[in-house]
């Protein structure tokens, strides 16, 4: 589970708790983590990393009752995962970028590179239900109707949160100096 150093800083009453939890939430853990980063490694990553957050929020969990835990840690998995898989993404992007074999010019990629990175920033800095839905609309392809199943709202309520989502985007980048402008 976790190095014996990582847990000697936890009192005993804490280590049986996280035990606990481990040991009822890791396989779900695992699963919302390899659904995300559809890679053993990596979802290993991201539960481990997400064990480390509960730790430093036992307090607040143990405040809260078992159903409330269940999504508590689903939710900080998933998030985990999703910053695993953005970070991966960025490497990727920087490895293409590197491979590039075109007629643009230095200057170009470069400017193509600073806009990719300051709008990676700006979605980041959305609120997570903004987030959420144009990650799965854009990025997934999903449908409103999709996304609704998947939030449990209802399909106008998505359309609007994607609506929301790309105004809120769109005003972040033109506070930034980015305009569709050409």
Do not use: W
């Amino acid at each position: 589970m976790f190095s014996a150093a990582f847990l000697l800083t936890l009192d005993e009453p804490d280590r049986k708790f996280v035990d606990d939890l481990y040991k009822k939430y890791e396989q779900m853990m695992y699963r919302i983590a390899h659904k995300v980063l559809h890679n053993r490694p990596d979802a290993e990553d991201a539960v481990h990393s997400t064990f480390v957050k509960v730790i430093d929020d036992l307090e607040k969990i143990r405040a809260i009752n078992d159903n409330e835990i269940r999504y508590y840690i689903s939710v900080m998995t998933k998030n985990t995962a999703l910053d695993i898989q953005r970070k991966n993404n960025r490497i990727e992007a920087s490895d293409e970028l590197d491979d590039l074999e075109t007629d643009c010019s230095v200057e170009d990629i470069v400017l193509t590179k600073i806009d990719a990175d300051r709008i990676n920033e700006a979605l980041m800095l959305l609120p997570n239900r903004y987030y959420e839905v144009l990650y799965l609309n854009l990025s997934r392809d999903y449908s409103p109707s999709e996304i609704a199943q998947k939030l449990n709202i209802t399909p106008t309520a998505a359309r609007q949160r994607i609506f929301r989502a790309k105004q809120k985007l769109i005003d972040m980048l033109e506070k930034e100096g980015m305009t569709n402008d050409v």
